[in-house]
Nanobody, 116 residues
Framework: QVQLVESGGGLVQAGGSLRLSCAAS????????MGWYRQAPGKQRELVAT???????IYAGSVKGRFTISGDNAKKTVDLQMNSLKPEDTAVYYC??????????WGQGTQVTVSS
């Protein structure tokens, strides 16, 4: 089993920055993708960014150029640096991991609120 623990959410004004961190524990050896999803009230959960064990990244179009994902493959940690935040970035952000056997795991979520 894999456990994911997030940290770093909070309240920030529009234009500000926040950094989210996530650490995996348990059976982490088979994790090959980590990333972040978010869910705003009344909306479906959506991909924000992912990073593979090889360092390849994918970003949602709405955050490209503002957010940067980084990770430590040996430690199975992933960070999300969020700059130029907008009110529409307000959501619960979830850490995500997937193993080589296609098993997905989720963190408990951390609230990010951007005030206008």
């Amino acid at each position: 089993q894999v456990q994911l623990v997030e940290s770093g959410g909070g309240l920030v004004q529009a234009g500000g920055s926040l950094r989210l961190s996530c650490a995996a524990s348990g059976s982490i050896f088979s994790i090959n993708i980590m990333g972040w999803y978010r869910q705003a009230p009344g909306k479906q959960r959506e991909l924000v960014a992912t990073i593979t064990s090889g360092g390849s990244t994918i970003y949602a179009g709405s955050v490209k150029g503002r957010f940067t994902i980084s990770g430590d493959n040996a430690k199975k940690t992933v960070d999300l640096q969020m700059n130029s935040l907008k009110p529409e970035d307000t959501a619960v952000y979830y850490c995500y991991s997937r193993t080589t056997t296609l098993r997905s795991n989720w963190g408990q979520g951390t609230q990010v609120t951007v005030s206008s």
